[in-house]
């Protein structure tokens, strides 16, 4: 269902998703619909890191990508830019207000 945008003869992941041949609206359940069905697809496919990461790089909004909701990439997306936000402040300055040792 997440077709390739690649040309046809670069062999990418969604060449091997679970999800190929399935019907499309499986993944893009209408608001407050069961994502059950289109999670157990997922629950089998050996892409779904891939499918994960693609769907988080492009910022995808809608459906079940990699066996998650939007909601539960949001989540994703929200603790990696807290984990990096983090990480870089500890980069800049992990000594700040530690000045007052050199006296
Ligand atoms: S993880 Fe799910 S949506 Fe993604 S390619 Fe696999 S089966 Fe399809």
């Given amino acids: 269902m997440h077709e390739a ?3 046809a003869e670069a062999k990418g992941w969604q060449d091997f998703a679970n999800c190929l041949g399935v019907d499309p609206d499986l993944f893009f359940p209408e608001r407050g619909a069961s994502t059950r069905e289109a999670k157990e697809v997922c629950k089998g496919c050996v892409v779904r890191e891939d499918c994960l990461e693609y769907a988080l790089a492009n910022g995808e909004k809608f459906g079940i990508w990699g066996g998650l909701s939007e909601r539960e990439r949001r989540r994703i997306r929200r603790q ?3 984990a ?5 402040e500890v980069e800049a300055g ?6 007052s040792a050199t006296a």
């Fill in 94 to 99: 992990g000594d700040a207000g530690g000045a």
């Fill in 5 to 7: 945008t690649e040309p």
């Fill in 80 to 82: 990696r830019a807290l």
């Fill in 84 to 88: 990096r936000r983090s990480a870089l």
